[in-house]
């Protein structure tokens, strides 16, 4: 498929760039480029943008957030809470199906939460259910599944328990891994049933009716939908191409008409055709050690290679596209709901660029010209940015620390596998908000499956008491001391806050970028 797009002839690079193509070719259908092939479609276990963008088209959650990033009843109707906050009884609406028309209930619901906090399913959003009571507990194998706090009172109500009042819960909802998923097939077709078409039924705006792998994923609208009124479009299609610039070629040449992350030499003239956007984007770009893994199991290496990073440089002659660099892990835009201020400005900046130290924090680990460093490999995923950026912090190693690094690029779905099998030493990594609070960042490294391998008691204290406090100020003063204890055990190495720059052609209209990454397309449109 991708083939058949590049090889248009020369007659249509020609109109391609001598400005672009903006007719409308199809008006009843929005086509995305994805970046990289979905590893698969099972919202208890992806964590990548390319499976959660494309979930997103295809399941509901109990909510759904909307154009101001308001979680809004979605399969649940409404909901009550408890006095304390620690109880939650959503009501599921009347009639609402899978796409091939079985009912979806609320005993669905509490089996596929609790299917994601079953260590037998290895999810990694396991942790993102541990507010819930008992949920960790079991994700432990210390309790039963009975004695979780979900529980299905009838097909239609469903009674949630947490571990403490938890002001974000009702975004948790509209995140992807509390989607219910098709309990007769998630246990009879578990290692199919969402890696292939044939297999899927959704509960979304589409649903999927092909999916070419590594080529293109097509969906329909969904009329089963409980909202399916508000669906404009007939046709949603998802293109696959790791690169940059054949994507950028298919939305320029009117064969898609969006996607993420063109390539930051191009941005003044897309700027010029109109084609340039860029949209408000909760999450940073880093790189994470394995402390696990030699030479990175010193602390003291670690804080050299972090030392060495010069980032101005680095974000303003190859990463462009308004990002800023990043000296800190939770990025600006998140709220200290106790003071009313930017927790970014108030917690300030906690990692410096100083070339000097990290030759001696080196000299100091016991490596010199005479005792060099062991070898050292970085990895990073496939993609034209990604391997631009490792090949710049290679000079920067070799410039600033004297030593010489590998560089390895592997296809995602390797990628992935590596770093949460902790087979790196040194790699790319990104981090997108699941919800708009602090809390989002720092419970990565709370998670006893971090991918670092990090696990300091202190830190995750910390976060324990900001997770259980009903103080405000208390709450944010926990994560501020976290967020510090994390670099003083310098854990990764952040490069820059990002933003989300795309380009879309000017007749798509209706769709909706959310800060956590995430582009809606429930009310997307082509204007005539």
């Not at 201020?341 to 917690?347: I, L």
Request: aromatic share 12%; charged share 20%.
């Amino acid at each position: 498929m991708i083939r058949r797009f590049i090889c248009m002839g020369l007659l249509m690079l020609a109109v391609l760039f001598a400005g672009g193509c903006s007719t409308v070719s199809r008006p009843d259908t929005v086509s995305y480029v994805l970046e990289a092939e979905p590893s698969r479609l099972d919202p208890a276990m992806t964590t990548a943008l390319p499976e959660n963008n494309v979930e997103l088209q295809l399941f509901e959650g109990l909510t759904r957030l909307d154009e101001h990033n308001v979680p809004q009843p979605a399969l649940a109707s409404s909901w009550d809470i408890s006095q304390d906050g620690t109880t939650y009884t959503f009501h599921l609406r009347d009639g609402i199906q899978w796409s091939d028309g079985a009912p979806i209930t609320a005993y669905e619901v509490e089996y596929s939460w609790k299917r994601v906090m079953n260590p037998d399913t290895a999810s990694e959003n396991a942790y993102m259910m541990f507010c819930i009571d008992k949920a960790e507990a079991y994700f432990k194998r210390q309790v039963s599944a009975d004695a979780v706090g979900v529980r299905a009172l009838d097909s239609k109500t469903l009674q949630v328990r947490l571990k403490y009042p938890t002001a974000y819960f009702l975004n948790l909802t509209a995140f992807h891994c509390y989607y219910p998923v098709p309990q007769r097939l998630a246990e009879t077709r578990p290692d199919t049933w969402a890696s292939d078409a044939a297999d899927m039924v959704c509960s979304g705006p589409y649903k999927i009716t092909a999916w070419r792998h590594s080529s293109q994923i097509d969906a329909v609208k969904n009329d089963r939908y409980w909202d399916a009124g508000t669906v404009r479009l007939s046709h949603i299609e998802f293109p696959i191409s790791d690169s940059q610039a054949t994507r950028l070629t298919l939305v320029e040449s009117n064969q898609a008409n969006m996607t993420a992350e063109p390539p930051p030499a191009d941005q003044d003239r897309l700027e010029k055709l109109g084609l340039y956007k860029v949209a408000p984007y909760l999450g940073i770009y880093y790189y994470v050690f394995n402390v696990q893994k030699k030479p990175f199991d010193d602390v003291r290496v670690r804080r050299a290679f972090a030392l060495a990073v010069q980032r101005q440089s680095l974000v303003r002659h190859i990463v462009r596209a308004q990002k800023e660099p990043a000296y800190a892990w939770v990025p600006p835009g998140l709220k200290d709901d106790a003071t009313g201020q930017d927790f970014r400005e108030e917690g300030g900046n906690l990692v410096t660029e100083n070339p000097a130290a990290a030759r001696q924090y080196l000299k100091n680990a016991g490596y010199d010209a005479n005792h060099p460093l062991p070898e050292v490999t970085v990895l990073f995923n496939t993609n034209e940015m990604h391997k631009a950026i490792a090949e710049a912090m290679q000079a920067m190693w070799r410039d600033n620390l004297g030593v010489s690094v590998s560089l390895m690029n592997q296809e995602s779905k390797v990628f992935l596998a590596a770093r949460s099998q902790g087979e790196y030493q040194i790699a790319r990594a990104s981090w997108i908000a699941d919800y708009i609070d602090p809390m989002t960042f720092l419970d990565v490294f709370a998670d006893t499956e971090n991918d670092a391998g990090y696990h300091n008691e202190q830190y995750n204290a910390l976060v324990q008491k900001a997770k259980e406090t009903n103080d405000k100020g208390l709450r944010m003063q926990y994560m501020h001391q976290a967020e510090k204890q994390l670099f003083d055990d310098c854990v990764i190495i952040p490069v820059y806050y990002t933003t989300q720059p795309y380009v879309v052609q000017p007749y798509v209209k209706g769709y909706h970028w959310s800060p956590l990454g995430l582009v809606d397309f429930k009310r997307a449109y082509i204007e005539p």
